[in-house]
């Protein structure tokens, strides 16, 4: 939560903070700032979007600078907790993603040390404490601070007169972009992509001494050289392309993101590790739970392979016995309990792997091994095509672990996807758009994609939304079938469709409406529910694909319908970076 960016060089650093700022909205968006070191250290910051209250920035000068989108923890959104936070003079400047943890102990000693604070925020003890040891050396003052810390951090800090911003991570992530006379720090890759490919990701525990066109990374005191690596995204993947959301885009874009991600393979350590494995446990949270959860129901009756799926968050509580290899799944690779997840799996001597879209970020410093996504850089706040690039490289895992049985159907599931994105789904959405309740089920590889289908439902469009294996429903929620509740069921062809057909007409006697998405030229289920959306006659593994992007957009349209800020739900960020 929460997105950082620095800049110092030879441009006007406000306009770079700005545009950086709105790349990185995704992560936070409740309120902005930035900070520029002129003739003083000048600030602006403010409640709400970047794009309400950008013109404040005006006026704003010097070529260094640092700037924050902020999800808040601590303290509500408003213009005070904003950052940047400063010191009580006004001479230090800093912005931090993350959480400090011990902030309460340290206020209460730099308050009685005379110190002042105008924010509720855990950020304005390190301006505080930069202050007290600050005599012109922000480096030192900066490393003289951290270790007072307890929590996570990516920090940036910048003070008056000094052509100079001092960078330190620990558990949040941080990327230094290199350009040519100038650096760029950001909590990702995506406000660099404008102005460089060459990219280096900091370590936990590292600092970094930025000045114009030179940098210098410590660690543990000592200078050490971290690896210049270049980006594979451009600058292009992260604009709207003419659509009229991010999230459109993004889902129109999953027929080649599905592609690309097949497409690029399986190396071999990732093979060996998978061919290996004699019991596999994945752990994610959100979307990519769900992902991991159709891996389940995919993996175990075609490979014949034990799976067991856990929430990031539950399992550091509640750790399972594990054997066999741990796969952590993210998005981001940067959410907090996943990555939490992962490392105890680590520490239990599990093989791990990262299945991320993100090239550098902390899951791929954890595990063992990447297997990377090729869904380029996710804008909108729900995910959709990083849903579908997961489930390819999962997908790709079971058809190694079947001995590539599912060569052909995965190199052309990408067509059925691109057939189902012109599907009319206009009558679905007038229904779901008018009731308070929607119920999503499915059995087998269908539950998750059911439980995916609420998520984004509810997330994108507030109305509430149930994902239910079908035959749950009649265990309690049945109570709640009224004429005015819909039920989006999905049911294709294979052993669940007789018992998917009898419960939708248990559905139909409560007066349920019932949305079907069964396989084109279904007939018989087409006469029993009230709407039918005809999804390709493909195999299990496509159908898997083609409905899950069927509910995307039945959300997406509902969203819309309703006027919802499609990209930017309310009080939700994209990557969960804490607790
Ligand atoms: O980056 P991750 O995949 O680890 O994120 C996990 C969840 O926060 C994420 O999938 C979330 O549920 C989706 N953005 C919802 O659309």
Redesign the pocket.
Known sequence: MCGIVGYIGRRDATPVLIQGLKRLEYRGYDSFGIATVGSAIEVYKKNGRISDGEAGVVGLRGCTGIGHTRWATHGEPSDLNAHPHTDCSGRIAVVHNGVIENYGELKRQLAGRGHTFRSETDTEVIAHLIEEHYDGDLLAAVNATLPLLRGSYAVLAIAEDTPQIVAARDASPLVLGVGDAEIFAASDMTPLLEYTERVIFLEDGDVADLAPGRYTVYHGGQTVERPIELINWCVEDTRKGGFAHYMLKEIYEQPQSFYETIRAGIDEHVRQMVMEADEITLV??????HTALAFKYLAEPLCNIPVRVEM?SEFKYFTPPLRGLAIA???????AD?IAALKMAKARNCPTLAI?NMQGSTVTRVADETLLMRAGPEIG????K??TA?LAALMEIVNLRCEGAFDDVLSHAHLAIGDVLLQDINEAVALCSKAEHVFFVGRGAFYPVSMEGA??MK?ISYVHAEGYAAGELKHGPFALLTPETPVVAVCTPGPTYGVMASNIKEMKARKAPVIALGVAGDTELAEIVDIFIPIPNTHLLVQVLTASVVLQLLAYHTACALQRDVDKPRN?A???TVE
Do not use: F, I, N
Not at 329 to 335: D, F, P
Not at 381 to 384: L, Q
């Open positions: 994610a949270c959100g979307t990519s739970y990031g799944v993210s998005q981001s690779g940067e959410t996943t991320t706040v729900a995910a959709t990083s849903y997961q998520l984004k997330e939700l994209k990557s969960v």
